[in-house]
C-alpha cells in the first residue's frame, strides 16, 4: 500500500508542477498572440485584450490551456480530497496538450509558430515535456 500511496505522491507533486510550467506557458502564448494581433490591428487595452481572448475564435486554442490550469487548480482546492484516477487523468491531458501528436491543425499550427518564434516558450515547453517524463 504504502508503495501505490508514494506514486500517487509523485504524479500530485508531478501535476502541481506541470500546472506552474503549464501556467508560465499559457501566459507566453497570450504575450505572443498579443504582440501578432497588436501589430496587425493596433493596440488594445486590457479589458479590449480579455474579451477578445474570451471570445475572438483566433484565440480560442489558447482556452484549452486556460480550462485544464482551472480544473487542476479546482482539483487542488477541493475539501474532499484528491482523487488519484483524476490526477492521473489530468496528468494524462497535460501531455495530450504540450506533445501535439494528435491535436487538430489549427491548434498544432498556432502552437507550433508560437514556439518556433519565441525562445522562451520553447524553453518552457521543453521543461514541461521532460517533467512528463518521469
Known amino acids: 500500500m504504502s508503495r501505490v500511496r508514494i506514486s500517487f505522491m509523485d504524479n500530485a507533486a508531478m501535476l502541481r508542477s506541470a500546472r506552474d510550467l503549464l501556467?508560465?506557458?499559457h501566459k507566453g502564448?497570450?504575450?505572443h498572440e498579443r504582440a501578432i494581433y497588436e501589430e496587425t490591428n493596433?493596440?488594445?487595452?486590457?479589458?479590449?485584450f480579455l474579451t477578445l481572448l474570451?471570445?475572438?475564435?483566433d484565440f480560442a486554442w489558447l482556452r484549452r490551456f486556460s480550462s485544464l490550469i482551472v480544473e487542476i487548480d479546482?482539483?487542488?482546492?477541493?475539501?474532499?480530497g484528491i482523487d488519484e484516477t483524476?490526477?492521473?487523468?489530468?496528468?494524462?491531458?497535460?501531455r495530450e496538450l504540450v506533445t501535439l501528436d494528435e491535436a487538430e491543425d489549427y491548434y498544432r499550427n498556432k502552437y507550433e509558430a508560437a514556439l518556433q518564434q519565441n525562445v522562451e516558450l520553447v524553453g518552457i515547453h521543453g521543461e514541461l515535456k521532460a517533467l512528463l517524463r518521469k
Open 54 to 57: 474570451l471570445d475572438d475564435a
Open 23 to 25: 501556467l508560465k506557458l
Open 42 to 48: 493596433g493596440p488594445v487595452n486590457a479589458s479590449q
Open 29 to 31: 502564448m497570450i504575450d
Open 74 to 80: 479546482e482539483t487542488f482546492d477541493t475539501k474532499e
Open 86 to 94: 483524476l490526477i492521473d487523468e489530468l496528468i494524462r491531458r497535460v
